[in-house]
């Protein structure tokens, strides 16, 4: 590299694939990997997350799996905290309706209510 | 570009690599791929992160699990239940991480790392030393680019002065004074040189550095070009390193293919590159003449100064020599500014310090901690205490040029000049913990013994009178010494001190004069009483069989190599003095516990 902004090309590019070793911030992503949700189909949901993300270069995203949240019947849920905002919970996902959420929620900021669990009641 | 929801960061340092962890990383790769989780998963081999007493370490992101102790069999169930399900495998974790509750504490809480501060070592276990990206993004070649572009080469000696950044290789000369002297030099060609020669029995800073984070040392030796003037730098590490040998190179390759080393760095007409040098085995050369000399092709062997190598050093141009821990600290603190580093440390030792914790300690390991931290802290917080937990003796600081210090010093801060008073030295920050077993005799011995060895016999001072020293100290050790020995001991070493060449012939006798000093006691019973209560001094020592407890079952006698057991079957049987070599065959043999020393 010759010059300094291409140097802080780079930097920007290389560190959205080492950040998550440091900072904490940023949205995140957690996917009910326990019995419960892994019988119910919570892997290719988390696997439809990683591939939507990957799509859209989504940064500052950490994508990880929690254990039984306690409503076994409305799995896979997936919770979604995003820095000042209130965790949303999204209920009975499917591969399908992740991409709304990664598209709507994640990139722009407007959960889909219709898939949380205050709809399911 | 990939997007991974877990990286896998495994310690791929020497310490680490012969516990074990390349086969742990291998077995990770296979485990990966068999769950197809490696478009997932992001595997990385990282440098040191300073827990070496329970390495192999495998840390995992986002969550920072710290799994210590690795075998690769653990990989397996750490991949499906951590990585597949996102359950920590808690009986794996790194002990002091888990409560009582099974709660997990975060990394910095834990009591190796809570009083520590790793600056220099900021990127070792962070990043993969052999990718520059990743180094790039934690701020990599910015202080570079920062200097080249934005300031003068004497801004940035300016800024390097008024941190009080001091030589970390041991003798604690101001940096930025040394920059400044090398950059007055007048002549058509400069260079700069790195010294990775790491000598010191025991000490692992330099190569956890090397092998964590080379590119650090490449960003500072290119810095520190531009502000003396230099076009060349020399990069001289012990070939007793190949790990960090290989990451060197692979580093400057990369640096050269964008353009960070080379011609025209970032466009502003400045040049520089690095070569590798070799280190062949001799202590010496870690001495700053000696390793220009062999440098130059030339025995490693010192000379006097003046001239100093700033002005006349490599090929007898004005050189600038500094320690890899020196350059480490380099890059941050052009990006965070003086100040922010004069603000850590104590007076007239700022920032911070590495150690090799080694010896009778239960952490043994690599640490940083800010100057002025003591040495209770050290070694009971941080280093966990001793190990066994039998009691604390001394803790040897600075190698074979250093000396003792002992619990009236436990709480000394650390820094240059208290340790220096104490009657030690920084050095280059070899910290070796002793327990009561430990002969302080036969420690003061060890070091001569190497010493003499690592002569280079130019002088003779340290030529002779450390062989007078080395024949004495061992003399004591076997049982023939006297007292005009110890006064002995204690002029000659004196004398060597103030006469000897270069900085090894002139630091040798100071682990004989501190133990003499702080553990007289021990060479008096060494010479009136022919004991050494720590049992190490074997010549001094005889083997007994216990009647009462001695079955005659003939098994030592049998395994005797010297035949020096005798007894009739099934009676007491007895060793001859004479003939026993003290080898300890027949103490361990014997099921009935019936040897002892004495």
């Known amino acids: ?121 | 570009m990939e997007f991974y929801r877990s990286h896998v960061l495994v310690c791929g340092g020497t310490g680490c690599h012969s516990s074990g962890s390349a086969d742990v990383m291998s077995t990770f790769q296979t485990e990966l791929e068999k769950n197809k989780l490696e478009k997932e998963v992001k595997l990385v081999q990282t440098g040191c992160f300073g827990l070496c007493a329970v390495g192999p370490v495998v840390i995992v992101y986002p969550e920072g699990a710290f799994y210590s102790k690795v075998k690769k069999e653990d990989v397996p169930r750490i991949v499906s239940e951590h990585l597949l399900k996102g359950r920590m495998v808690t009986d794996l974790l790194y002990h002091d991480r888990v409560h009582e509750d099974n709660a997990v504490k975060s990394l910095d809480q834990v009591e190796f790392y809570k009083k520590q501060k790793r600056m220099a070592l900021r990127n070792c276990g962070l990043i993969d030393p052999e990718n520059i990206k990743e180094y790039i993004a934690f701020d990599g070649y910015q202080a570079l680019a920062k200097v080249l572009t934005k300031m003068t080469p004497d801004e940035t000696i300016q800024v390097i002065k008024a941190s009080g950044l001091r030589g970390r290789g041991g003798a604690g000369f101001p940096t930025g004074l040394k920059w400044e002297f090398t950059a007055r030099a007048k002549s058509d060609r400069k260079y700069v040189c790195c010294n990775a020669d790491e000598g010191d029995p025991g000490a692992f800073m330099d190569r956890s550095l090397l092998e964590g984070d080379p590119h650090s040392v490449l960003e500072a030796m290119a810095i520190a070009g531009y502000a003396v003037g230099a076009g060349q730098g020399y990069i001289y590490v012990r070939a007793e390193y190949p790990i960090a040998v290989k990451r060197l190179g692979i580093a400057i390759e990369q640096a050269r293919k964008e353009d960070l080393l080379g011609k025209n760095i970032f466009d502003t007409g400045f040049d520089f590159d690095i070569e590798l040098r070799l280190g062949a085995g001799a202590f010496v050369c870690g001495e700053e003449t000696a390793l220009m000399a062999s440098i130059e092709g030339k025995r490693g062997e010192p000379r006097p100064r003046p001239p100093f190598p700033a002005n006349r050093g490599v090929f007898g141009k004005p050189t600038l020599l500094n320690n890899v821990e020196t350059y480490a600290n380099i890059p941050q603190i052009i990006l965070k500014g003086a100040d922010w580093f004069s603000s850590i440390g104590t007076e007239k030792s700022k920032g911070t310090k590495v150690f090799a914790l080694a010896g009778k300690i239960n952490n043994v390991g690599l640490i940083e901690v800010p100057m002025g931290t003591n040495l209770h802290e050290v070694i009971y917080e941080i280093g966990g205490g001793i190990k066994d937990g039998k009691k604390f003796k001394a803790v040897q600081t600075g190698g074979p040029s250093g000396g003792c210090l002992t619990e009236k010093h436990l709480d000394l801060p650390i820094d240059y000049d208290n340790l220096t008073a104490a009657g030690s030295m920084m050095g280059s920050g070899g910290m070796i913990v002793m327990d009561q077993d430990d002969c302080m005799v036969a420690v003061a011995r060890f070091y001569l013994d190497f010493t003499v060895g690592e002569s280079c016999g130019k002088c003779v001072p340290c030529r002779i009178g450390n062989k007078r020293l080395l024949e004495t100290l061992t003399k004591i050790t076997e049982g023939r010494g006297t007292m005009e020995d110890l006064s002995k001991l204690k002029s000659l070493g004196k004398v060597i001190k103030d006469t000897a060449l270069c900085g090894l012939g002139q630091t040798s006798p100071n682990p004989v004069l501190s133990t003499l000093d702080n553990f007289y006691d021990e060479y008096v019973e060494h010479v009136t009483e022919k004991t050494c209560r720590a049992k190490q001094c074997k010549a001094m020592m005889s083997y007994f069989i216990n009647i009462e407890a001695c079955t005659g079952c003939h098994l030592c006698a049998r395994n005797c190599p010297a035949d020096a057991i005798v007894g009739e079957p099934r009676k007491p049987h007895t060793i001859i003095p004479d003939k026993c070599i003290k080898c300890g065959m027949c103490m361990s043999r014997c099921k009935f516990d019936a040897i002892t020393i004495i």
């Open chain 1, 1 to 121: 590299m010759k010059s300094l902004e291409e140097l802080e090309e780079v930097r920007q590019k290389a560190l959205d694939s080492v950040k998550l070793r440091k900072s904490r911030a940023g949205t995140r992503i957690v996917v009910g990997m326990a019995t419960c949700g892994i019988a119910a189909g919570a892997r290719p949901v988390l696997l439809s997350f990683l591939d939507e993300i990957k799509k859209r270069n989504l940064g500052d995203v950490i994508v990880s799996q929690t254990g039984c949240m306690g409503t076994c019947r409305l799995e896979p849920m997936v919770e979604v905290y995003r820095p000042g905002e209130e965790k949303v919970t999204y209920v009975k996902m499917t591969a399908d309706k992740v991409k709304r959420v990664v598209t709507e929620h994640i990139a722009n900021g407007h959960p889909v209510i219709e898939y949380t669990i205050g709809s399911a009641e």
